[in-house]
């Protein structure tokens, strides 16, 4: 938000130029991003945490710099002529609960025209836009304290009446946007005796709505449930000044004067005159419990003495009301003096402190908050730079050996690291993963509701973010923990998912780059399995519903499936715009992980030949490689070292549904030179083996 160091001045009369002021906020915890111009006319752009709406106003940043100068800050007051009587008028709060506080104040006889220039002008260079003096005079208060005002035209409320109520179902309000928006029941509205006048905390309606004819004006200041407001404000698609600092936690307790002020401005820009004093409603109070502060908390947080006057002070100037509390006594230990003897252990008394916190510090709730403050006005530069005390030692995660092996096999391989949001929609948590989700009970939209039940949402919105930029060729992979609903306990899976999309660039330039395939992802997946160690691994066509069943798999390792791989399904790809073949793989690491690491052993080579024998076959297509190779693993020759396809062929002379195969057996002793004997015995076993899978040996 943008704040005038001019107006800062109005409250605080700091002696520094705006350069080191703004140096001086920003080292306090307020940034100030930048600053244009110079002087009178210079302006802050700052980042005000969201924790901080005390701090999103002039008002509240003068107090940050009173604090960090130890200069008095002026106090806002509101100067409104003397009035007598009552004002005639309702105000009835129906929802407690949702509404604390509700305040208004009413002015007859004003005069709707523009604000005079000078106000203009402010506003314009804090990006406000002027509308009319009426309208200004609450922006200008919003952007002075910091609390949500609106001015209704009072002649057009009907009943004389204001209830802060529910809306009632099939109700709708035509906010000052001028859309029509229909209202359920877990909207909190403004209502007279006989319609929604406003939706409340977030905008005004349009039928009530200050104009040039406007001549009875009614202002309302009030607090609004913080979590009831963001819902109201998601639901509908709105976000406005005063939502913004509504759903963030407004100040109880500043509803009459932000009302005074307001009225204060009107009265002096519009002409008028008050009708009766403050109208305040109260539904409920809100309390905030004091805070023991202990002297020896703060030094032990801080690792340095902050004289007691100091703390007191700093907490002073920032609004806290401090007082003494009880007195405790602390062992200060025996210590060497620099003339080689010893100084006795001593007890010293430390005073406590008793902090109430202020109705706007709606983010102090704890003592360490309190230790933050005194530490953030000080000033981090005073503090020494020293290393924590530590005496224990540094235990590395169970896993962690195996996620860096993963980790580098990937990076070697040419996929780039990716992070993913956590939160996924509903639907992407069913469509991708059949676990229950866990439900965010305060979403941040309608599109992050839940839990992840898996990264492959994430993953396809990264390649989707990238493809629609130009970016064609790309290998990613995402390391992260899913979540699903196991009765009422959450339970977490870490997983690995891979996903690639694009050309393979070849190793010789002179060959053109092809596309990637199924059997590129597949091979990769291969070089992280072979990681770990296993007696058994083998990949089926048993694939998960967002694959391609013609160009995915499942990895089986030593009985449990530990990864499932292929090509994105058309649907799905179709679904997500995805005119390119996605391809994508998920490692399941909380199965993966029961392996240990491969560790890698030396073997000599052998000194005496090996031995090749080709076998081809003819097989139905029903028989996989996989029932191959099983079946001659089962043969357990001592000698084979390995055993693999060659050549795989279809048509032509081959009978439709079958398919010729060539396989080759690779036979090596380390001890002795083979003889022909017992390599002609080895390979007659396994062509009787591959004969019993209905296979046929060709000529």
């Given amino acids: 938000m943008k704040i005038s160091p001019k107006w800062l001045r109005e409250f605080v009369d700091y002696k520094v130029d705006t350069r080191q002021l703004a140096a001086d906020l920003t080292m306090a915890g307020l940034a100030v991003e930048s600053v244009t111009d110079e002087g009178d006319h210079a302006i802050f752009e700052m980042d005000i945490t969201t924790n901080r709406v005390d701090a999103m106003n002039h008002y509240g940043v003068a107090r940050e710099v009173s604090a960090i100068y130890d200069i008095d800050l002026r106090p806002l007051e509101a100067k409104l002529p003397p009035v007598k009587g009552e004002a005639k008028f309702k105000i ?119 104009t040039e004819k406007t001549r009875n004006v009614l202002i309302e200041s009030a607090w609004f449930d913080p979590g009831t407001i963001r819902l109201m404000s998601r639901r509908h698609g709105m976000h406005t000044d005063a939502s913004h600092r509504f759903e963030r936690g407004a100040d109880f307790n500043a509803t009459p004067l932000a009302c005074r002020r307001v009225a204060q401005l009107i009265l002096e820009w519009a002409g008028g005159q008050l009708e009766g004093g403050i109208i305040d409603a109260i539904g409920r109070r809100l309390e905030r419990p004091a805070i023991q502060l202990s002297r020896t908390e703060v030094e032990r947080i801080l690792g340095q003495k902050i004289p007691e006057q100091e703390i007191a002070r700093i907490l002073r100037r920032l609004g806290f009301t401090v007082t003494a509390g009880r007195a405790s006594a602390v062992a200060v230990p025996a210590m060497p003096t620099g003339s080689g003897g010893t100084r006795a252990a001593v007890a010293e008394e430390v005073a406590d402190f008793m902090v109430e916190i202020p109705s706007w510090r709606l983010d102090v709730e704890r003592e360490i908050d309190l230790v933050e403050e005194v530490a953030r006005i000080y000033g981090y530069n005073r503090f020494p730079n020293t290393l924590p005390a530590f005496r224990g030692s540094v235990v590395e995660a169970p896993d962690a050996h195996k996620d860096a092996a993963l980790r580098s096999a990937l990076l070697a391989l040419g996929y780039n690291e990716a992070i993913s949001v956590t939160f996924i929609s509903e639907a992407e948590a069913r469509q991708f993963a059949s676990a229950a989700p866990v439900e965010i009970e305060n979403p941040l939209s309608e599109e992050a509701t839940v839990m992840r039940t898996s990264l492959v949402p994430g993953m396809l919105e990264m390649l989707a973010w990238n493809l629609n930029r130009g970016v064609s060729d790309l290998r990613l992979f995402e390391s992260g923990n899913v979540f699903e609903l196991a009765g009422s306990r959450v339970e977490e899976r870490k997983q690995i998912c891979v996903g690639a999309t694009g050309s393979v660039a070849p190793h010789n330039v002179q060959i053109q780059a092809r596309p990637y395939s199924f059997f590129d992802l597949k091979g990769d997946v291969e070089v992280l399995l072979e990681k770990l160690e296993h007696r058994s691994l083998y990949f089926d066509a048993q694939s998960a519903d967002l694959y391609h069943p013609g160009r995915s798999a499942r990895a089986v390792m030593d009985g449990s499936t530990v990864a499932r791989l292929g090509q994105l399904h058309p649907e799905v790809a179709a679904g997500r715009k995805l005119r390119q073949e996605v391809y994508i793989a998920e490692l399941y690491l909380d199965r993966l992980y029961r392996q240990g690491l491969r560790a890698i052993r030396y073997e000599r080579i052998p000194r005496y030949p090996a031995v090749d024998r080709d076998f081809s076959f003819l097989f139905d297509n029903s028989v996989n490689f996989e029932r191959i190779r099983a079946a001659v693993e089962a043969l357990s020759l001592p000698e084979l070292r390995r055993f693999q396809p060659v050549e795989i062929f279809r048509g032509g002379t081959i009978p439709a549904g079958k398919y010729s195969v060539l396989l080759r057996a690779t036979f090596q002793s380390a001890e002795r030179t083979l003889r022909d004997d017992e390599v002609a015995l080895w390979s007659g076993q396994i062509i009787k083996a591959l004969e019993t899978l209905g296979g046929k040996l060709r000529a």
């Fill in 92 to 210: 009835e709060i129906a929802e407690a609960e949702l509404c604390a506080r509700y305040t208004a104040q009413i002015i007859r006889g004003v005069t709707i025209r523009p604000s005079p220039a000078h106000v203009q002008r402010l506003l314009e260079s804090l990006d406000a836009r002027p509308i009319s003096n009426a309208a200004d005079a609450t922006n200008n208060n919003l952007l002075e304290m910091g609390h949500p005002t609106h001015a209704f035209d009072l002649d057009l409320l009907q009943g004389g009446k204001i209830i802060v109520r529910r809306a009632r179902p099939g109700e709708t309000l035509r906010t000052l946007d001028g859309v029509e928006r229909k209202l359920i029941a877990d909207d909190l509205v403004i209502a007279d005796a006989n319609r929604t006048v406003a939706l409340a905390g977030v905008m005004g309606g349009w039928e009530t709505m200050i």
